[in-house]
Nanobody, 113 residues
Framework: VQLQAFGGGLVQPGGSLRLSCVASGNIFRLNVMGWYRQAPGNQREAVAV???????NYADSVKGRFTISRHNALNTVYLQMNSLKPEDTAVYYC????????WGQGTLVTVSS
């Protein structure tokens, strides 16, 4: 399974970005899909995840600002990020699992004026 992420970039504080991640390859019953992030000097942390049934879970730091969604038929997961803050600056990694775990290559999100 390969995960390819799109949508990172530079945005001003208070702005919005939408990340997309497409899964391809030997896909079979992907269960959880989601996003993690890692800022310089920090450990990788979960941002938001969504199950195949649509249940979602968010980090406290992004609740009310970020929305995760998923299109199962397209094997795609999205992360709509609103009201971005400088502390959201990080490399964002797409994640998926079924019988194994898979990671995308990461996309850089920079929130700065």
């Amino acid at each position: 399974v390969q995960l390819q992420a799109f949508g990172g970039g530079l945005v001003q504080p208070g702005g919005s970005l939408r990340l997309s991640c497409v899964a391809s390859g030997n896909i079979f019953r992907l269960n959880v899909m989601g996003w993690y992030r890692q800022a310089p000097g920090n450990q990788r942390e979960a941002v938001a995840v969504v199950s195949s049934g649509g249940s979602t879970n968010y980090a406290d730091s992004v609740k009310g600002r970020f929305t995760i969604s998923r299109h199962n038929a397209l094997n795609t997961v999205y992360l709509q990020m609103n009201s971005l803050k400088p502390e959201d600056t990080a490399v964002y990694y797409c994640y998926a699992n079924n019988f194994d775990e898979y990671w995308g290559q990461g996309t850089l999100v920079t929130v700065s004026s």
